[in-house]
């Protein structure tokens, strides 16, 4: 940005062909008499022949347009030694060879982190975050069974199986199962957890907020159909499982060593915790 500019926002007026309608100085440093030379340069200019959208008057620079008889004007002054003296405070030296850097004890003064941060627990996060795209054992199986009668009714019968270890423990599990758009009347029973119709997306979600390994459990829905059923859409969505899983990974992958450096230091403990999403094919008998 040129001096200039910098000015340009300093100082604005309105005014008209007679008199100053509206009046405003921004910083102070121009003296508000200046306005009165728009007036005279403007009609000299255009007596000249030479009128242009900036006018000078000595070191003052005015930028005007004409609209229904008002001239709104933009008035700066344009006083570069002022501005250099002003920002440029320190002597400069020209470096034989190489780029200026600045030194190492101001770029270290600074800190990223602000001072007087302090945590209810004493915990700090890495969020180590691993995609896999391939065949493995899900940890969470899933057996399907819906029986549909036509005409009547459609049954399901869902079974979770954990197959981890049973010192891990699945949190937060959520097993979405597909039904019919025209499906009503839902009826459920479940050994654990809660179920609910989610009728907007087609879809019924049994929740389990603590599933540990090597257990099983069940689920059994129930929904009416229409007599005259809607036309099926081509494929079967899937049902979709996800469950977190503390200090567990797909991958094997595990942080060994974590190392805080921090002023009052404290003692670290690594942590995983996994987020897993998959899918599982649906088993569906007609009568």
Not at 43 to 58: N, Q, R, V
Not at 87 to 114: C, M
Not at 250 to 277: C, D, H
Request: aromatic share 12%.
């Amino acid at each position: 940005m040129s001096v200039s500019g910098f000015e340009l926002l300093c100082i604005m007026r309105v005014i008209c062909v007679i008199q100053v309608l509206i009046c405003r100085n921004y910083r102070g440093d121009v003296d508000m008499s200046e306005i009165e030379h728009f007036m005279t340069l403007l009609m000299d200019k255009e007596e000249e022949g030479t009128l242009s959208p900036i006018l000078a008057h000595g070191g003052v620079r005015f930028m005007w347009i004409k609209h229904n008889n008002l001239y709104p004007l933009i008035q700066y002054g344009n006083r570069t030694l002022f501005i250099f003296h002003r920002y440029i405070t320190q002597e400069g030296h020209k470096l034989d060879t190489g780029a200026p850097r600045p030194p190492a004890t101001v770029t270290n003064a600074v800190s990223w982190r602000s001072e007087g941060i302090k945590y209810r627990k004493n915990e700090v996060f890495l969020d180590v975050i691993e995609s896999v795209n391939l065949l493995v054992k899900p940890l969470i199986w899933i057996e399907s069974v819906i029986e549909k009668h036509s005409h009547s009714r459609i049954e399901y019968m869902i079974k979770a199986k954990s197959q981890f270890k049973r010192r891990s423990t699945a949190n937060n599990v959520e097993i979405h199962i597909p039904v019919p758009t025209d499906a009503d009347t839902p009826k459920f029973k479940t050994t654990v957890g809660s179920v609910k119709w989610v009728p907007e997306n087609s879809e019924i979600v049994w929740s389990i907020k603590s599933f540990p390994g090597g257990k099983e459990y069940l689920m059994r829905a129930h929904f009416g159909l229409p007599s005259v059923e809607a036309e099926d859409k081509e494929g079967k969505p899937p049902i979709s499982v996800k469950f977190e899983i503390p200090y567990f990974t797909t991958s094997g992958i595990q942080v060994r060593y974590l190392k805080i450096i921090e002023k009052s230091g404290y003692q670290a403990l690594p942590w995983v915790e996994m987020n897993s999403f998959y899918y599982c094919r649906l088993n569906q008998k007609h009568y």
